[in-house]
């Protein structure tokens, strides 16, 4: 990708607005040689401001290349200088994946449970010290030619998608994600009002307590790009049923047509036109896989279009999603799994929210 001044503005948010780094800060920064023009300016921007950067470097195939060929006592280490890490780091800076999203396919999704098990205590301890606020994270992506591919676009017109969601057109990209941060935190107070929140729409009747969890302002210091709110229902409180109208994209894999059935809270019914194996060994993958960790609203809607990327998609202006799995600990959701992984339902055709019996969305927007 040739030089481009919005990748800078982009380092200066993320480092500066989104996790606010400062003076002699332990920062890890995670990310691959396919984006190393982000990564070269986010850690210009650490050094300047006098923190400490660690720098994670992914190359092609490491992943593929780690599951091909491990053992089970492999697959099944926690490793524990990665843990001290996490344990340790004032901020962590996380670029998603950017290379061949479908290098895992072919992969036993037995051995992906397997370190997903293992990674569990490291998931833990970031959870515990997120929630608390001793470290701060914001995860986001550079546009690369595999990621533009899997959207269907050139990497141009990608890239033009991914800085317009982030506006980072604006002269002022931080006075934009400041003011959508104000209307969020208005819907958000809104909704904390409610004890039962209800969804409807196309196969969908689904219910939810949330008296006394937290509706959370996702405005850019989370995910970069941002725009939607969201919370951790009471853990035995979903009921009914939904289908969701995109597929739910694990590593690379496509589960389409997915439709749930809850009871008390847990998923007693789990079907899918495609990729239901894995649909099914996801809900078991622990006792707590079964149960709702987060349900959101998106809001960004310069995000207008499926791009098979969570990043931007669970951001969808229009859209819900749910996440089966741990819980967000800011929500005050008390699940804990080894996975939390979104699955998204467009409202824009008659999708529907009731909060305590009350019409508030509709369509895709709020009344």
Known sequence: MKSDHRITKLAQILVQYSTSVKERDKVIIFGSTASEPLLRE?????????????????FHDRQYLFYKNANDYQLEYTDPFFLYEV???????????????????????????????AQKPILEAFKKRWGDGSLSWVGSL?????????????????????FSCMHLNADDPVEFWKNLSKKQQKLCDRL????????????????FRCEGRKWVNSDGRINFPDGEIYTGPIEDSVEGTIR??????????????????FEKGKVIEAKAAKGEDLLLSLLDTDENARYVGEIAIGTNDNINRFTKNILFDEKMGGTVHLAIGTGIPQTGSKNESAIHWDMLKDMREGGEIYADGNLIYKNGLFL
């Open 142 to 162: 550079f546009p690369t030619p595999a990621l533009a591919q899997e959207a269907h676009m050139s990497l141009d017109e990608y890239s033009e998608f991914v």
């Open 244 to 261: 969701f109208t995109y597929p739910g994209i694990f590593q690379g894999e496509e589960i389409e047509d997915i439709f749930l059935r």
């Open 87 to 117: 344990e340790n780091s004032d901020v962590v800076i996380q670029l998603i994946p950017d290379f061949n999203p479908h290098e895992l396919t072919s992969i036993d999704p037995e051995k992906k449970q397997k370190l997903a098990l």
């Open 192 to 207: 904390e009002d409610a004890k039962e929140l209800r969804y409807v729409g196309d196969n969908t009747d689904l219910r």
């Open 42 to 58: 986010i850690y210009r921007e650490v050094i300047c401001l006098g923190a400490h950067p660690v720098l994670h470097m992914e």
